[in-house]
């Protein structure tokens, strides 16, 4: 996968975005209307949280992003998400946050590979919440870059301007959104479709 660099958009409040980017996405209700209309099928729980950018559309305006979430799991409890929800192999732990149960020979879908730490490229900082940053691979929207904003509660290295994965753990990641995300099909069509997206 090529790395490409967004076109700056024409709003003076928005900064280009790469794609293994970590960026937030901002609630429905303080979008502008035209923003917020894009954001129909995108649940209300989706918003309000850090992203990552998996790919980003060939004019610049949309992005296919995924969400980083503790999904439930409170400071110091013992009850990870995949165990309220039972599905171990669609979550992804990035490095300082407990693993899902690897698997052991299973034929489920999704379950035949083990899955490393997702992991941030040195240097450019941690998530708020290190210890409990998950992603789950089945979640993944197309949202038009206005909802993307900057994730402030980001603890960012000295020069970085926002957090980044490693093109090693994006190329993992987007590997596993493919293969266990249902709506992928069609959130990537809306990516490279602009009539389809209606942005």
Known sequence: MGFKFLPRPPQQDQRPWEER?????????????????????????????????????????????????????????TRMPWQNRRRDADYRAFLGSPLPPQPSGSSRAGSSKKREFLKLEAGCGSFAFPERSWVNAKSVWCVPIAALGDYHKAELGAGADCLRLTESSLRDLSSHVKQVAKVYQQQSGKLKDKEKASF
């Open 21 to 77: 980017d970590v960026a937030f996405l901002k609630k429905k209700s303080t979008l502008p209307p035209t923003p917020r209309g894009q954001m129909t099928d995108i649940p209300e729980e989706a918003t309000s949280h850090p992203v990552v950018i998996l790919e980003i559309s060939p004019d610049g305006n949309r992005a296919l992003v995924t969400t980083v979430s503790a999904y439930g799991s409170a400071y110091g409890s």
